[in-house]
């Protein structure tokens, strides 16, 4: 690390709300590593988290601990909550921060998140819960930029990784790993090649490596961790909504056209519908022709329904995410949230509103052309088009079993 003095948070003041930042990340040792830098640079600071690999083996329970830059505070353990762990950390989180403001001795609580928590329903918790006490200032995602394509890449359940924070937990690595990514405004980045999920080991980062996380993740900063940067990004601020609406598949902002160090971005838009049953038989091809892809389109035997994409480690999720902004009657728009209305307004169609196909992909050696010839094959016809949304609804009922599975 660069030998540089302690960096102190904003200057305290009586009765203010206690600093949050919370640092996530499926990269345990470069997580850990901006967990160390926070703790040294920040005076007064504080670690607390909770290990949820414990819950099963200590029979039910989730460790806690609470320790600073000389070492561990105290520890203790929260119970199971509808046996999931995940539930245990926010139901004891709050209470924990709200302890640590009262204290008036902590002038940073830094939250170190266990590998598999998303940060998204960590900050909302946070945020919507510890009022007066306690402020969420940043978001972090710690990465070691060697790791980010095996990890990206990993089609593993959590559960076989041993990474589930509950029993009904069906995320992949790469799925939960990309989204961490996507929602931060801060990637932590550590410069030497790390363990992280054991992938890659010993493997320096390279202009490709870097190249990838950029495209990835277009909205975060990358802090190195070794900076004094990073403890001036901690208590910079952090806008929960607008990180909502950078993941929502109405608004999203997602990765631009780019062709950097031979790793590439494709980005695909177009105003017909898809054919239901041509995309579906297309569907393990696309998924596969990418590292990650995400987005939102529209199918021409469910016009009014709003699709999302999201593929990574060779798994896609497509799930309905409501009514296109079109298929809403005028009055229902004043309860549309005002990011998503202006997203529809830019892509507004004479005929079709803000229906239509919005699909990014993001992977070194991608074939772009290859993407989109088969994309533009799985589009209606002109002939299939010509009949109209009447004949449309009639088209194959392929996606049926995705997205009204019998339960």
């Not at 038989?281 to 009014?304: I, Q």
């Not at 329904?305 to 999720?317: E, H, K, R, V």
């Amino acid at each position: 690390m660069a030998a540089e003095g302690p960096v102190p948070p904003v200057p305290p003041v009586p009765g203010a709300p206690l600093p949050v930042v919370l640092v996530g990340g499926l990269h345990a040792d470069a997580r850990r590593a901006t967990v160390e830098r926070l703790l040294h640079t920040v005076p007064g600071s504080v670690a607390l988290h909770h290990d949820l690999a414990t819950a099963t083996a200590a029979g039910g329970t989730v460790r806690r601990t609470v320790r600073d830059r000389t070492g561990l505070l105290h520890e203790g353990e929260t119970p199971l909550v509808n046996d999931c762990a995940c539930c245990a950390l926010r139901e004891d989180l709050v209470p924990e921060l709200e302890r640590l403001a009262d204290s008036a001795l902590c002038r940073l609580a830094v939250v170190e998140l266990w590998d598999s928590v998303e940060p998204k329903a960590m900050a909302e918790v946070v945020a919507a819960h510890c009022g007066d006490d306690a402020r969420l200032t940043g978001v972090f995602t710690a990465v070691d930029p060697a790791l980010v394509l095996p990890t990206l890449a990993n089609g593993d359940d959590l559960a076989e990784a041993g990474l589930a924070a509950a029993p009904t937990d069906e995320r992949t690595v790469g799925d939960t790993f990309a989204r961490q990514l996507e929602y931060v405004s801060v990637l932590a980045v550590v410069e030497a090649a790390t363990a992280g999920t054991g992938e890659g080991e010993g493997e320096e980062a390279d202009a490709g490596d870097y190249a990838l996380l950029t495209q990835l993740a277009p909205a975060a900063r990358q802090v190195p961790v070794d900076s004094a940067e990073l403890a001036a990004a901690a208590v910079a601020g952090f806008d929960v909504q607008a990180a909502a609406a950078r993941q929502h598949p109405a608004c999203a902002l997602l990765p631009q056209e780019a062709d950097v160090h031979g790793v590439a971005t494709l980005v695909w838009r177009g105003h017909r519908p898809f054919h239901p049953g041509r995309l579906y038989e297309a569907l393990e091809d696309l998924t596969c022709a990418a590292a990650r892809s995400r987005g939102r389109f529209w199918l021409a035997d469910r016009p009014d329904t709003l699709l999302s994409w999201d593929a990574a480690g060779g798994a896609l999720c497509v799930e309905n995410a409501g009514p296109w902004l079109a298929a809403l009657p005028d009055a229902a728009w004043e309860m549309v949230p005002a990011e998503r209305r202006v997203a529809a307004s830019l892509d507004w169609h004479p005929e079709h509103g803000d229906r239509g196909q919005y699909l990014t992909f993001t992977s070194p050696g991608l074939d772009g052309a290859g993407l989109r010839s088969l994309l533009e094959s799985c589009l209606l016809t002109d002939a299939e088009y010509a009949g109209g949304p009447d004949a449309w609804r009639g088209l194959s009922r392929a996606f049926d079993q995705l997205l009204d599975p019998v339960s």
